[in-house]
């Protein structure tokens, strides 16, 4: 297993007080050290998740912020953001490591799924809520990830009914699970495992999702 360097968040700490091209410059060499360990870290937790599911790419996203739109025109982000993922079209979902000082976090889920495939989402839900209830609180999910969560519209969504039994579920925009990580944790040597275990543990919610977003309302395939 492959520990983070225990400098990373030094260098984070040091690039959000010093957000500019200068000091980026002269430090360029540590970040682009920073940035190999992270990629050699998110490669061998692509290997472990390949033993038993498809992820095929990795994306390191750049250190380098789009300003055009944004007030904040700081050049750098202070974090690092890796995403995994999984095999399309017949797997869906995908996995996300956030790496920054006191805001390390993971996720996994769908965040901003389209309109067509949150339709069909709810729809299943509303004819069979019962069985992504029973995934999602299972104990070894509950254990690590905590609760589902998600925006949601505030009562319910066009043409499904407030009183549903699951409209807990129905009316939330996003399907996502989140777990925070202190600086402690991060720069442990355990850290890639728990990283993995979190992953693995949370596949068969993946996997009902992509079930559902393949085959139309009566279960039948789609692609």
């Known amino acids: 297993m492959n520990k983070l360097n225990s400098?990373?968040?030094?260098?984070?700490?040091e690039l959000n007080a010093n957000n500019n091209r200068d000091w980026f410059?002269?430090?360029?060499?540590?970040?682009?050290?920073?940035?190999?360990?992270?990629?050699?870290?998110?490669?061998?937790?692509?290997?472990?998740?390949?033993?038993?599911?498809?992820?095929?790419k990795?994306?390191?996203?750049?250190?380098?912020?789009?300003?055009r739109f944004s007030l904040d025109k700081t050049p750098y982000k202070t974090h690092f953001g890796i995403s995994f993922h999984r095999k399309k079209p017949y797997?869906?979902?995908?996995?996300?490591?956030?790496?920054?000082?006191?805001?390390?976090?993971i996720a996994t889920g769908f965040w901003n799924p389209n309109k067509e495939d949150l339709l069909r989402i709810r729809k299943e839900i509303e004819a069979d809520?019962?069985?992504?209830?029973?995934?999602?609180?299972?104990?070894?999910?509950?254990?690590?990830?905590?609760s589902i969560q998600g925006d949601e519209v505030k009562t319910s969504p066009k043409g499904f009914s407030k009183d549903h039994s699951?409209?807990?579920?129905?009316?939330?925009?996003?399907?996502?699970?989140?777990?925070?990580?202190?600086?402690?944790?991060?720069?442990?040597?355990?850290?890639?495992?728990?990283?993995i275990e979190h992953?693995?543990?949370i596949r068969p919610f993946l996997n009902y999702m992509s079930s559902v977003l393949t085959t139309n309302i009566d279960g039948e395939p789609i692609i």
Do not use: C, M
Request: hydrophobic fraction near 35%.
């Open 199 to 201: 992953f693995k543990t």
């Open 58 to 67: 990795i994306k390191v996203f750049r250190i380098y912020r789009d300003v």
């Open 25 to 56: 410059n002269k430090n360029k060499q540590v970040f682009q050290a920073h940035q190999n360990d992270i990629k050699e870290f998110s490669y061998q937790v692509q290997e472990h998740l390949n033993k038993e599911d498809d992820i095929d």
């Open 91 to 105: 797997l869906r979902g995908g996995y996300y490591i956030h790496i920054q000082p006191e805001k390390t976090f």
């Open 166 to 195: 699951h409209i807990d579920l129905i009316k939330k925009k996003q399907y996502v699970f989140i777990k925070n990580f202190d600086d402690k944790e991060v720069l442990n040597k355990d850290f890639q495992k728990k990283v």
């Open 7 to 13: 400098q990373i968040f030094l260098f984070l700490n």
């Open 129 to 146: 809520g019962e069985e992504l209830k029973t995934i999602i609180n299972v104990k070894s999910i509950k254990s690590l990830w905590g």
